[in-house]
Structures are given as C-alpha cells and as structure tokens.
C-alpha cells in the first residue's frame, strides 16, 4: 500500500488569547483550509465563467497557473494585458488561491513582432519583458514557469511567416545554459524574489543533462517542471516514480506541471507529435470517463507518494478550449462533473482532508492535531486564527483575537 505518512502533521498546538493567555479548557473547532501541497490547475478561463463552474474549481483546487504568454500578453510593442491579468490574479488571491505565471520565456506563444528584428535587440526586448512581467506582478505572482521547453528550444523550426523564430535563434546562439541563466537573472534583477521553476514535456536524458549543466554552471532554479500530457494513455506507478527518482537525484523540489488525462478514446500509439493528430471530433465517452477517473486516482496517489513532489498542476479544468480540442477535462463542455472530478475531489478534500473537527483544550491551552500538512483553522470565543502547520511533529503556538 502507498504510504503518505510523510505528508501528514502531527503537531501540539497552543491556543492563547489576544493577552497572550492560555485558552485553558475551552471548546475549539480545529479545520483545514489548504494544503501545504500544491493541487493546482491551468486557470485561463475561470474568473470569467458562471458562479457555478467557480464553484467547482475553488472547491477542488487551491494553487492556480495563470498564461503570461508574451504573444498574447503584448500582441503590439508597449501594449500589455496588465490591467486584466492583475484583475484576475487579485480574483484569486482574495480567495486563497496561489498563483504561478506560464512562462516567462517561450519559443512558442512568443511575440510575433519580434522575428524581424536584429538578435541582439530581440534579446534586449525579451530581457526587459522578463523583467517588467516580474516587476510588475510582484506579491500577487511570485512564482514563475521561468523557461519552457528548452531542450527542443534551438532546434525549433515553425515559421508561419517565412520568418526564422527569433527565441529558437537566440537559444542557438547562447546555447541551453546561458539561455535558461537569461531567464532566472532577469527574473531576479528587480530585486524581488520570485520561485522559478524551469519547465519541460522532454522527460528523457537530455533533460537531465541540461539540468546537470545549469547546477554545475550555477544557474539557480527552484524546482524542476515535468509536464506530461497523457493523450495516449496514463503512466503507470513504476513510470511515474521511476521518473521522479531520476529527477530527485539533483535535490530540487519536483511539479507536475501539466497532467492531462483524456475521458474518451486515446490517441494512436504510433502519433509522435501530439500536435498531429487533429480528428474532426473528439468526445468524451462513458468508458473513457470510467477510466480518466481510475487514472486520475492513480496518477495522483502514486505522485504524491513520491516525497520529492510538492505540486501536481491539472492542465484545465473543463473540456472547453482543451489542448488539442482533447476531452481531457475533469469538467464537461456542459459544465457537469465527470467521475474523474468527484474521485480526485474525494481524495483532496475528503481523505486527505482534515476537519472542522470539534475538540477540547487541556489546562495548558494545548490541542493535538493530525492531519495533511497545511493551513489550519482554530475557532475559539467566537474568535478564530490560522496557522501552517508542516509535516512531522511540530509544537506551536497560536494567538486569537476578535
């Protein structure tokens, strides 16, 4: 049986009132309110949806990815989206969510405008947009997916326009490394202090080796992204762990960037490029939902298994605007839950879940709390305070007032 001890407080919590008091011998109701684990989902579309498709994505998710991509986000020179991006992110703060922005630097999504300009000043706009987008968003995203995809980077070719991509030559030009220590400088050179993470689907030896190469160059990441969209069907337990032991080596935090599972029929085996398959429909089906709800319990059991993992990121909540137009929604088009919503909600917000538990506090104003690691609720007299509390035995000490 997987074990998930690692994951879970165990913690002596000390109940004062606003004088510093001990809360001796009162009625407390203790509950959770987040994980300290990241459950997050790509979020583009749900501060603009109906209440009740809010409603079930606050109701399963607390850490959300919000797109920042540099074509959309300044499709002509000086014309940002900053407005409504702060918008947006302030929707989600105010409802305790976290927020992560996806990416800062891209061969794909880029700014058309600047294909056609010298390399040496497509390097300066794309410096300066890493930092302005940090600078800018600072307190409200202060983690970043800082580099996407850069193993298949310098080798890019798509050329709409007949134009070369001026990210993919900059890439070849510096090389890997210095591409990815542009990213985390300028990231870092406003003097806030962002989390960034670099982010790859390329999961095999290349990846490691780019890594291998940043650490031993001193190039500073956070955490390592690993993206997998499962159109073709799911991992199973010894893929996934066999993945994350091999990126665990390099003692960085590891996230789940980008899980899609599809609820209808999968993907040809022998389709190489994802991007090339292209049906004219592609459903959602009764079985595939039966089976996109087995994995999905799979998938996220065996990962947070896994102690190096700290976030798994859903890759969009509903089948509206899926990738690839791929049912890989935990939400149908029509707004209803499939199985695979009701089984991972059953995970993260009932049996990983802790609370509101009533309990009684002893004559020091103790009370013993057990559960997933996160942020917890005490309620006392009508007063009430929270407190993280982190995985392991932990004593501390907590101060309510009206």
Known sequence: MTSLEHRRTRSTVTLRDADGAPLAHEDVTVGQVRHAFQFGCAAFEVADADAGYQDLWLGLFDTATLPVYWGRYEPRPGETALADLTATARWFTHRGVRLKGHPLVWHTVKAPWVDRLPLEEAEDLLRGRVRREVRDLAGLIDTWDAINEVVIMPRFSNEPDGVPN?????????????????????????????????????????????????????????????????????????????????????????????????????????????????????????????????????????????????????????????????????????????????????LVRDSWWTGPTPGRTDADGRIEVGGFAGRYEARCRASSATVDLAAGDHAVELRLSR
């Open 166 to 346: 001026a990210i993919s030559r900059l890439c070849a030009a510096k090389g890997r490394v210095e591409m990815v220590r542009l990213a985390v400088d300028e990231a870092r050179s406003p003097g806030t202090s962002p989390r960034l993470l670099i982010n790859d689907f390329d999961l095999g030896p290349e990846y490691e080796r780019l890594i291998e190469e940043l650490l031993g160059a001193g190039v500073r990441i956070d955490a390592i992204g690993l993206q997998s969209h499962m159109h073709q069907g799911s991992r199973d337990a010894d893929q996934l762990l066999e993945i994350c032991d091999r990126f665990a080596r390099f003692g960085l935090p590891l996230h789940w960037t980008e899980t899609t599972l599809v609820s209808g029929d999968l993907m040809p085996a022998d389709v190489e490029d994802l991007n090339d398959f292209q049906p004219a429909e592609w459903p959602s089906t009764p079985e595939g939902e039966a089976r996109q709800a087995d994995d999905v319990v799979r998938h996220y059991t065996t990962l947070v298994s896994h102690p190096a993992v700290e976030s798994i990121t859903y890759w969009g909540m509903g089948d509206g605007g899926a990738w690839l137009g791929a049912p890989a929604g935990l939400v149908r088009a029509d707004g209803t839950p499939k199985p695979a919503y009701d089984a991972l909600r059953s």
